[in-house]
């Protein structure tokens, strides 16, 4: 299977090639390797890098697209988490309470214990027991 460098797409190569039917193969800067362009996404790099082969552009665009695309998904789940919380006060669950045992899950049980141990010696000091 090969992968496109623009986007998730990947592909087996043709039956006696190496890549799939309509894909490219573009250089990295400096010699550093390459990357491969499936079919859908060689229209939309500009012609210039296209016929010039500039690699470094080619590169700068592909890692700021990269970004922009884990951006949005980092939206789309924090609008999936949102929707999960409100869904969770629509059952009549403290929504206060469950952020704050999944941030105790995420503990090792070691940092929990410790955790434990420092507040309760802050309440007995406190005299809140």
């Given at each position: 299977m090969i992968s496109c460098g623009r986007?998730?797409?990947?592909?087996?190569?043709?039956?006696?090639q190496t890549m799939p039917e309509g894909w490219q193969m573009h250089a990295l800067s400096r010699g550093k390797g390459s990357y491969a362009v499936c079919a859908g996404c060689l229209p939309s790099m500009s012609a210039g890098t296209r016929a010039t082969g500039n690699a470094a552009a080619d590169q700068l665009r592909l890692l700021i697209e990269r970004w922009e695309r884990l951006e949005e998904?980092?939206?789309g789940i924090g609008l999936d988490q949102k929707d999960v919380m409100l869904e969770a006060k629509a059952c009549g669950y403290d929504t206060k309470g469950m952020r704050e045992i999944i941030k105790l899950r995420a503990m090792s049980p070691h940092d929990r214990a410790e955790r434990d141990a420092i507040i309760e010696t802050y309440r007995a000091s406190l005299g809140l027991d």
């Amino acid at each position: 299977m090969i992968s496109c460098g623009r986007c998730d797409t990947s592909a087996p190569p043709a039956p006696g090639q190496t890549m799939p039917e309509g894909w490219q193969m573009h250089a990295l800067s400096r010699g550093k390797g390459s990357y491969a362009v499936c079919a859908g996404c060689l229209p939309s790099m500009s012609a210039g890098t296209r016929a010039t082969g500039n690699a470094a552009a080619d590169q700068l665009r592909l890692l700021i697209e990269r970004w922009e695309r884990l951006e949005e998904e980092k939206k789309g789940i924090g609008l999936d988490q949102k929707d999960v919380m409100l869904e969770a006060k629509a059952c009549g669950y403290d929504t206060k309470g469950m952020r704050e045992i999944i941030k105790l899950r995420a503990m090792s049980p070691h940092d929990r214990a410790e955790r434990d141990a420092i507040i309760e010696t802050y309440r007995a000091s406190l005299g809140l027991d």
